[in-house]
């Protein structure tokens, strides 16, 4: 079979040899690039997007690493200097801020909870509704409430602009304390 094929070819004229030739040298040229050449580039791509996303994830391993040990130092802290006793009450302390940042007149109310948590955990939190208020002093309660040497926890913020005054706010937010059973 192959020496029909090689007579064939010798009967060809030589500019259609050439034609051939070069026809055949540029399919295979193409089977090479589509099967060895571009799978290797493609996975060398891949593989450097897979090990670009995995510093990118060891980068935010690393910041939630660093907050929990923030975090982990501020309830030490707090303990170590007895701030995180039974008798501390959040709703009088939350009181005595909102009073500071001059907010006390815009509080529509306070509802405090309890609520036991799985591995002995006890949540209290207070539901805060502050009604009519620019966003200065709502920004320093906030921040207050951030820094303050307890252990506390803007668990959920909502905040709508007044439709009448739009400078005005309507600010709906919960601060949360844990403590052991």
């Known amino acids: ?17 050439m034609i051939l030739t070069a026809g055949g040298l540029a399919a295979v040229g193409l089977l090479v690039w589509a099967l060895a050449v571009d799978p290797a580039f493609t996975a060398a791509r891949e ?47 939350l009181e005595g801020l909102s009073d500071q940042a001059r907010v006390k007149g815009n509080i529509d109310y306070m509802r405090p909870t309890t609520s036991d948590m799985p591995g002995g955990i006890r949540e209290h939190s207070v539901e805060i509704k502050v009604s009519n208020i620019r966003l200065a002093p709502m920004v320093s309660l906030l921040s207050a409430v951030e820094r303050s040497a307890y252990a506390l926890r803007v668990k959920r913020l909502h905040v709508k602009r007044r439709f009448a005054d739009p400078d005005l706010l309507d600010v709906t937010f919960t601060v949360a304390r844990y403590e052991e059973a």
Do not use: H, I, W
Not at 2 to 17: D, G, I, K, Q, V
Not at 59 to 83: F, H, I, K, M, N
């Open 47 to 93: 593989a450097n997007l897979a090990a670009d996303r995995k510093e990118a994830a060891a980068g935010e391993l690393a910041q939630v690493l660093s907050d929990y040990q923030r975090q982990t130092a501020r309830l030490g802290a707090a303990a170590a200097q007895g701030t995180a006793t039974k008798d501390f009450s959040l709703l009088s302390f």
């Open 1 to 17: 079979m192959l020496t029909a094929l090689r007579e064939r070819y010798m009967r060809l004229a030589p500019r259609e040899r």
